[in-house]
C-alpha cells in the first residue's frame, strides 16, 4: 500500500521559516519524481515545487523561487524548507508522486494528506 504522509505545518509570522517533510512508503520511489502543491481555501490546487528521483533535477513555482527549496534526503524522503513566509504561503501542502516530469497536479498519481501551514501577518 502506497502512502505518503506529510509533518511540520504549523503557525509561523509572516517573515518565519517552516520546513515540511514528506515520508513515502509502498512503492520503488527510486525512479518517481516527488512534489509539493499546496491549496488555499476557495484557490485550485497550486504546484510549489518538484525534485527528481536523486534529487540532482528541482523546479519551484514562480511565487516561492528565492525563498522556498526543495531536497530529497533520501530515496523514501522530501522536504520543503520554507523561508521568508508571507502571508499567501498559507493554505494546505501536499506530497505527491509521479513518474512525469510535471507541474501538472492531474499527473501525480499518488498523494499524502496534507499538512496545514498559517501565517500570521
Known amino acids: 500500500q502506497v502512502q505518503l504522509v506529510e509533518s511540520g505545518g504549523g503557525l509561523v509570522q509572516a517573515g518565519g521559516s517552516l520546513r515540511l517533510s514528506c515520508a513515502a512508503s509502498?512503492?520503488?520511489?527510486?525512479?518517481?519524481?516527488m512534489a509539493w502543491f499546496r491549496q488555499a481555501p476557495g484557490k485550485e490546487r497550486e504546484f510549489v515545487a518538484v525534485?527528481?528521483?536523486?534529487?540532482?533535477?528541482v523546479d519551484l513555482g514562480d511565487s516561492v523561487k528565492g525563498r522556498f527549496t526543495i531536497s530529497r534526503t533520501n530515496a523514501n524522503t522530501v522536504e520543503l524548507q520554507m523561508n521568508n513566509l508571507k502571508s499567501e504561503d498559507t493554505a494546505v501542502y501536499y506530497c505527491a508522486s509521479s513518474p512525469l516530469w510535471t507541474r501538472t497536479a492531474a499527473s501525480y498519481d499518488y498523494w499524502g494528506q496534507g499538512t496545514q501551514v498559517t501565517v500570521s501577518s
Open positions: 525534485t527528481s528521483p536523486r534529487g540532482t533535477r
Open positions: 509502498g512503492r520503488a520511489f527510486t525512479v518517481y519524481n
